[in-house]
């Protein structure tokens, strides 16, 4: 069974920066578009970034654009989201996950997801 593993969330004061790994594992994600989610308690998921198969094409919105950073190594399986200039609203549960379909900023276009790893910025 597909399973995507996300790590390396903690702690870190605005400014800061975090690298997150997404693993996966029982799939080759060479032929899907990756993306990464985060949800805060009370909101809805939100979309953060995409990438394309090869990672030659990446997608941010507005939230993110010029701070955070997707890429891809397909032959170790991983995603990866680098997080720079860090802000208290960026804190989070942060997921990643295969794109399957749809309108790229919908999580119901997404077909695996991992269970998440925590980001908190503090002030």
């Known amino acids: 069974q597909v399973h995507l593993e996300e790590s390396g969330g903690g702690l870190v004061q605005a400014g800061g920066s975090l690298r997150l790994s997404c693993l996966a594992s029982g799939i080759s994600i060479s032929n899907y578009n990756m993306a990464w989610f985060r949800q805060a308690p009370g909101k809805d998921r939100e979309f953060v970034t995409a990438i394309s198969p090869s990672g030659r094409i990446t997608y941010y919105p507005d939230a993110v654009k010029g701070r955070f950073t997707v890429s891809r190594d397909n032959a170790k399986n991983t995603v990866y989201l680098q997080m720079n200039s860090l802000k208290v609203e960026d804190t989070a549960v942060y997921y990643c996950?295969?794109?399957?379909?749809?309108?790229?900023?919908?999580?119901?276009?997404?077909?695996?997801w991992g269970q998440g790893t925590q980001v908190t910025v503090s002030s």
């Open positions: 996950a295969t794109r399957s379909g749809g309108i790229l900023s919908n999580p119901i276009g997404y077909r695996t």
